[in-house]
């Protein structure tokens, strides 16, 4: 009997150890393992450092303002591409009307900023018109009309006392060559215009 006594005192002896092992080892029987949660992963968008220059306006000096009047159907002022001629300008006013003398126009001439064209009516003279830059002619004061050496093409040149074909072909080449006149004085320096057909015209020519 006291056998049987000390072995089941042994086995609750071990069985205790065994649960003081579990205990350290598991914890608790049904209680879960508390877990930190897992930190959340935080996405950064990070803005670029790389800044893209916003794409510049278009320069105003890209364009050409004129003022076209007369005899064109729609006259008023109107923004060109630079580079454009006096055609451009003609058919942005919706072109000549009927009584437009077209041979009073060079057409070709190319647009400055500024430039106020004026197409007159057929038969048109003495008018005061209003300075058409680049069309080849300046009104005088007197009513009569100076040729521009600077703009002025080989027809409107020939207009001009003593300047036949090859003189106006020379001073359209000068021009091409040397750039604006500065003077009227300048056109001496054209071939085959000397001092004397120079004093003849000088009262038909302007550079302005």
Do not use: C
Not at 23 to 45: I, N, T
Not at 81 to 107: E, F, H, P, Q, Y
Not at 170 to 187: P, T
């Amino acid at each position: 009997m006291e056998n049987l006594i000390k072995y089941k005192w042994h086995l609750i002896a071990v069985g205790a150890v065994l649960a003081a092992f579990l205990f350290f080892q598991y914890g608790l029987p049904g209680k879960e393992e508390k877990k930190e949660p897992a930190a959340a992963e935080e996405s950064f968008e990070f803005a670029s450092t790389e800044h893209k220059s916003p794409k510049p306006p278009e320069s105003a000096s890209m364009n050409v303002v004129i003022d076209i009047k007369g005899s064109v159907k729609a006259p008023g002022v109107y923004s060109l591409k630079k580079g454009s001629r006096v055609n451009d300008a003609v058919r942005k006013a919706g072109g000549m009307t009927i009584a437009a003398d077209k041979k009073a126009v060079n057409l070709a001439s190319v647009l400055q900023d500024g430039t106020v064209i004026y197409v007159p009516e057929k038969g048109e003279e003495g008018a005061a018109l209003p300075q058409s830059g680049n069309s080849g002619t300046t009104p005088a004061g007197s009513g009569e009309t100076l040729v521009n050496l600077n703009s002025a093409d080989e027809e409107q040149l020939q207009t001009l006392t003593g300047i036949g074909p090859s003189k106006a072909a020379a001073i359209i080449g000068y021009r091409e060559e040397k750039g604006s006149f500065q003077k009227i004085e300048d056109l001496k320096e054209v071939t085959g215009i000397g001092e004397k057909t120079f004093e003849k015209l000088k009262e038909e020519i302007t550079v302005n």
